[in-house]
């Protein structure tokens, strides 16, 4: 079966964001940009699919500005078979992502999508269920553990009490959290041979799509900063701190 | 206006967080209906009712809805949703899994997480693991959100609204199907819900050396967590995280040991009330948002703390 896998471009894990002084978002010029890690784990899960036998193709879809072909390269080098990047300099929300999707569905027929849980910017989690709600599929939402069956996936999630498993059929989505699986790193063979598998560029308007906020921004502020407190000589003071200051034990 | 909360609600009856999301409700400000949908689920629908504010509880009791599956409560909310200006639920992997998929059937935004109210249309939500904190407003007739349970206290009992049963048909869509479920039987509290949390981190050394910290967790009825680099060092499984890319917790107090403080990790816990620091290294990084810290070694300090402290049982 085809698998389509979303690729978002992020500030990497590692960055500290700055909020701007005009309060209208975070800094992201000049900054180390990389693949939103929950869909790195996406990514590592088709091939794993792929190397099981039962993926055949799989497909890297990447939306935003033309840099994104970046974050579609890193899926190639990992092992995704062609990348599809949807270019646009305009803001995409969840739901306008999920609609492009739908469209890209639409198009390439995949039995299953796999997307990371949520993006490490927005911290939104909602692309998944909104793409599956648009297509009238199953969702195997914050997977740990995938086991195909026949034309169905039993999708173990992660719940906030423990684990959940349930079966759905296929066609479905699934997003993945944090323990499906350790990503690969890409060899540098397989990095000179992703240069040369193809990408395709296709726009919203051409996919019919109008991508329009919904949400206004109003502003974006830093949360209220922590100083510093005080080093205690041993574990008494430590102990008396907590007991008499902090009154937290 | 009138806003329908969506509860949260398993075998054991109602949960908590869905008394944090009325009072959310509350805060915007109208007539609040609770949507108690499942099997069996009459006594959560009751208990709900007692809560105040709340004007009225629907009760959709239906074979179809046990275990609440996202494919068959969505068209559900969805329909119900059309009389209401706000659908709220608790920001849980409950309402995680099912808000976007009502928000789309809807063809509306979804609001996720928020941690304060500014006016009907306007919320507060965190970014980046809470680095940055976004003011939005929604621009759809029909606002879809989820509610951080944290940020708002719980709505007290004192209500007697009446239960109605929903009038809708149910239909299972049959694309899913529940199996099984395997809760945390850990002695020791959930990571995100804990009122402690004892982590390790690299200096820890070892998985083996994780031992003194539970001792030490089980001493203080807390959780034990990690940093991404005592997992990457496959020291603990990776639902101990805490981190940007882990979980996120704000416990009254977090014991940091042997975690140097990058800043993937600061992410995930900045919001403690009290953060103890324990570090060989005084230059460390977590120092600095620490409120208090110990420099020296941590496999003589933790079993001093884990002596010095009464026991909780």
């Given at each position: 079966?085809?698998?389509?896998?979303?690729?978002?471009?992020?500030?990497?894990?590692?960055?500290?964001?700055?909020?701007?002084?005009?309060?209208?978002?975070?800094?992201?010029?000049?900054?180390?940009?990389?693949?939103?890690?929950?869909?790195?784990?996406?990514?590592?899960?088709?091939?794993?699919?792929?190397?099981?036998?039962?993926?055949?193709?799989?497909?890297?879809?990447?939306m935003?500005?033309?840099?994104?072909?970046?974050?579609?390269?890193?899926?190639?080098?990992?092992?995704?078979?062609?990348?599809?990047?949807v270019?646009t300099?305009a803001e995409l929300q969840p739901l306008a992502v999920a609609k492009l999707l739908k469209a890209i569905v639409a198009?390439?027929?995949?039995?299953?999508v796999?997307l990371?849980?949520?993006?490490?910017?927005d911290?939104c989690n909602q692309t998944g269920q909104m793409l599956a709600a648009l297509l009238g599929w199953?969702q195997?939402?914050?997977?740990?553990?995938?086991?195909?069956?026949?034309?169905?996936?039993?999708?173990?999630?992660?719940?906030?009490?423990?684990?959940?498993?349930?079966?759905?059929?296929?066609?479905?989505v699934?997003?993945?959290?944090?323990?499906?699986?350790?990503?690969?790193?890409?060899?540098?063979?397989?990095?000179?041979?992703?240069?040369?598998?193809?990408?395709?560029?296709?726009?919203p308007e051409?996919l019919g799509v109008d991508p329009a906020p919904r949400i206004a921004?109003?502003?974006?502020?830093?949360?209220?900063?922590?100083?510093?407190?005080?080093?205690?000589?041993?574990?008494?003071?430590?102990?008396?701190?907590?007991?008499?200051?902090?009154?937290?034990? | 206006m009138?806003i329908l909360?969506i509860?949260?609600?398993?075998?054991?009856?109602?949960?908590?967080?869905?008394?944090?999301?009325?009072?959310?409700?509350?805060?915007?400000?109208?007539?609040?209906?609770?949507?108690?949908?499942?099997?069996?689920?009459?006594?959560?629908?009751?208990?709900?009712?007692?809560?105040?504010?709340?004007?009225?509880?629907?009760?959709?009791?239906?074979?179809?809805?046990?275990?609440?599956?996202p494919e068959?409560l969505a068209p559900l909310i969805a329909k119900l949703a059309a009389a209401y200006g706000h659908v709220l639920a608790?920001?849980?992997?409950?309402g995680k899994n099912l808000m976007p998929r009502v928000a789309a059937l809807l063809d509306v935004a979804q609001i996720s997480?928020?941690?304060?109210?500014?006016?009907p249309d306007?919320f507060?939500?965190?970014?980046?693991?809470?680095?940055?904190?976004?003011?939005v407003q929604s621009k759809d007739k029909i606002k879809v959100v989820t509610?951080?349970?944290?940020?708002?206290?719980?709505?007290?009992?004192?209500?007697?609204?009446?239960?109605?049963?929903?009038?809708e048909?149910?239909?299972?869509p049959?694309?899913?199907?529940?199996?099984?479920?395997?809760?945390?039987?850990?002695?020791?509290?959930?990571?995100?819900?804990?009122?402690?949390?004892?982590?390790?981190?690299?200096?820890?050394?070892?998985?083996?050396?994780?031992?003194?910290?539970?001792?030490?967790?089980?001493?203080?009825?807390?959780?034990?967590?990690?940093?991404?680099?005592?997992?990457?060092?496959?020291?603990?499984?990776?639902?101990?995280?805490?981190?940007?890319?882990?979980?996120?917790?704000?416990?009254?107090?977090?014991?940091?040991?042997?975690?140097?403080?990058?800043?993937?990790?600061?992410?995930?816990?900045?919001?403690?009330?009290?953060?103890?620091?324990?570090?060989?290294?005084?230059?460390?990084?977590?120092?600095?948002?620490?409120?208090?810290?110990?420099?020296?070694?941590?496999?003589?300090?933790?079993?001093?703390?884990?002596?010095?402290?009464?026991?909780?049982?």
């Amino acid at each position: 079966m085809k698998v389509l896998v979303a690729v978002k471009r992020v500030v990497d894990y590692n960055v500290k964001v700055r909020v701007k002084a005009d309060h209208s978002g975070v800094e992201t010029a000049n900054v180390k940009m990389s693949m939103n890690p929950f869909d790195e784990i996406g990514v590592e899960e088709a091939i794993r699919l792929k190397e099981k036998g039962t993926a055949t193709e799989i497909i890297a879809v990447s939306m935003g500005p033309l840099q994104c072909q970046e974050t579609i390269r890193t899926a190639l080098a990992m092992g995704a078979d062609r990348g599809i990047l949807v270019q646009t300099d305009a803001e995409l929300q969840p739901l306008a992502v999920a609609k492009l999707l739908k469209a890209i569905v639409a198009k390439e027929q995949p039995k299953l999508v796999i997307l990371g849980k949520q993006a490490i910017d927005d911290d939104c989690n909602q692309t998944g269920q909104m793409l599956a709600a648009l297509l009238g599929w199953p969702q195997g939402t914050f997977a740990s553990k995938l086991v195909p069956a026949a034309d169905a996936l039993e999708v173990t999630r992660e719940v906030d009490g423990g684990l959940e498993t349930v079966e759905i059929k296929l066609p479905a989505v699934v997003t993945t959290d944090l323990r499906l699986n350790e990503p690969r790193y890409a060899s540098l063979p397989n990095i000179m041979k992703a240069k040369k598998k193809p990408i395709e560029t296709v726009t919203p308007e051409a996919l019919g799509v109008d991508p329009a906020p919904r949400i206004a921004t109003l502003k974006v502020t830093e949360p209220a900063k922590r100083s510093a407190g005080v080093k205690v000589p041993d574990v008494a003071a430590l102990v008396d701190k907590l007991k008499n200051e902090a009154k937290v034990i | 206006m009138s806003i329908l909360v969506i509860a949260e609600h398993d075998a054991g009856g109602l949960k908590p967080s869905t008394l944090n999301t009325i009072n959310a409700a509350a805060k915007i400000g109208g007539d609040i209906s609770v949507l108690v949908a499942g099997a069996g689920c009459r006594g959560a629908a009751e208990a709900v009712a007692k809560i105040t504010g709340v004007v009225k509880v629907l009760l959709a009791d239906n074979a179809a809805y046990a275990h609440q599956l996202p494919e068959a409560l969505a068209p559900l909310i969805a329909k119900l949703a059309a009389a209401y200006g706000h659908v709220l639920a608790p920001a849980s992997t409950f309402g995680k899994n099912l808000m976007p998929r009502v928000a789309a059937l809807l063809d509306v935004a979804q609001i996720s997480d928020i941690v304060g109210v500014e006016a009907p249309d306007t919320f507060v939500r965190p970014i980046y693991a809470g680095n940055a904190l976004a003011t939005v407003q929604s621009k759809d007739k029909i606002k879809v959100v989820t509610v951080r349970g944290t940020a708002f206290p719980a709505a007290p009992a004192g209500g007697n609204a009446p239960v109605e049963a929903v009038a809708e048909a149910a239909a299972d869509p049959g694309q899913s199907k529940f199996v099984r479920q395997e809760l945390s039987k850990s002695e020791r509290p959930e990571l995100t819900a804990a009122r402690i949390v004892v982590s390790g981190g690299r200096g820890m050394g070892s998985g083996d050396n994780f031992k003194i910290l539970e001792a030490l967790a089980d001493k203080l009825g807390a959780a034990v967590g990690a940093s991404r680099a005592a997992v990457d060092a496959g020291f603990v499984a990776n639902d101990y995280q805490v981190g940007q890319t882990g979980k996120i917790v704000a416990p009254d107090l977090y014991i940091a040991v042997g975690i140097s403080g990058a800043i993937q990790h600061l992410a995930g816990m900045k919001d403690s009330k009290v953060i103890v620091a324990i570090n060989k290294d005084e230059e460390a990084p977590i120092f600095q948002v620490a409120d208090y810290g110990i420099v020296g070694d941590l496999f003589k300090i933790v079993p001093e703390l884990t002596a010095a402290l009464p026991s909780k049982r």
